[in-house]
């Protein structure tokens, strides 16, 4: 286990996909003051085609690659296995092979969709039984890499404004002020996770490394239902049009989830996670 200190050098040269995402471009905002970050964008940089990744990473200057590049659409993954497939698992496998062929330093970006929410709480150390396709090609990008790289595990990231996708609380949000009902579960756990959080957590696990396993997700697990009343409250919304919905009925037809996924850490002594009330942009 690593000892969580504040190290005085250069700037720590990070080569990062994903940059452009909701969680990339938060983190690159947020910490390039103290990290030089290298993005590395699609299509110029396919991580489908290892020819393409050595070419560029060969003769390039960085410390540590961080992994966030991913197909994410949970519900089309059970449409576009290969594809998904393609994407998180052979992707993952070329960056890697050639990032520990140079020796660098590797951080893969996984989900707390890797469990199947039947026995919470879920830790670090929990066994990984993932229900849909998604949650399985992104943990089979975990065993690629399991022991040789950090894997950091996220779950439901929000942030106060990102125009080109909407987060669960901004889709909430702006349905309330539209005066539309939103139908939030009732049976169900999530756990949300500020990212602003989340960027300053993976900041002092940059300075630290360690080829572990970490949990960076919100303090505290809630049912949809109660997260949904707490933005209409915040935001002087009509509460009333938050309706109930049964997990079954609303994940009907569409790609498992697991149900009850409160997602915690036992390693996150570096950083303090905060509550969804604690952080409602």
């Not at 998904?84 to 993952?92: I, L, Q, R, S």
């Not at 150390?125 to 943990?139: C, E, G, H, I, R």
Request: charged residues 30%; contains cysteine; aromatic residues 14%.
């Amino acid at each position: 286990m690593a000892v969580w200190r504040e190290t005085k050098m250069r700037k720590i040269k990070i080569a990062i996909t994903g940059s452009t995402g909701l969680v990339g471009s938060r983190i690159v905002e947020l910490l390039s003051n103290e990290f030089e970050f290298i993005p590395l964008r699609y299509p110029e940089f396919d991580i489908t085609r290892k020819d393409v990744v050595y070419n560029t990473l060969k003769d390039l200057l960085f410390d540590i690659f961080l992994h966030l590049a991913a197909y994410t659409d949970v519900d089309g993954a059970e449409k576009n296995k290969e594809l998904a497939f393609k994407v998180n698992v052979d992707g993952t496998r070329n960056v890697f092979e050639v990032v520990e062929f140079l020796k660098k330093k590797f951080i893969y970006i996984s989900t707390g969709f890797v469990f199947d929410g039947k026995n919470p709480p879920f830790f670090e150390d929990s066994k990984p039984n993932p229900l849909s396709v998604y949650a399985n090609t992104k943990y089979e990008g975990e065993k690629i890499v399991r022991g040789r790289a950090m894997i950091v595990r996220i779950e439901y990231p929000y942030r106060k404004s990102f125009p080109p996708k909407k987060d669960f609380f901004r889709a909430i949000k702006e349905r309330l002020e539209k005066g539309q009902e939103v139908f939030a579960v009732e049976d169900m756990f999530i756990t949300p996770t500020f990212i602003d959080d989340m960027a300053y957590g993976l900041g002092c696990l940059f300075k630290n490394f360690t080829p572990e396993i970490f949990h960076l997700v919100g303090s505290k697990s809630y049912r949809p239902y109660d997260l949904a009343r707490i933005i209409a409250k915040k935001f002087s919304l009509d509460e009333s049009l938050v309706k109930p919905i049964s997990f079954e009925k609303f994940f009907e037809g569409r790609a498992p989830r697991p149900q009850w996924n409160e997602v915690k850490s036992k390693k996150n002594n570096f950083f303090r996670m905060r509550s969804f009330e604690e952080t409602i942009p």
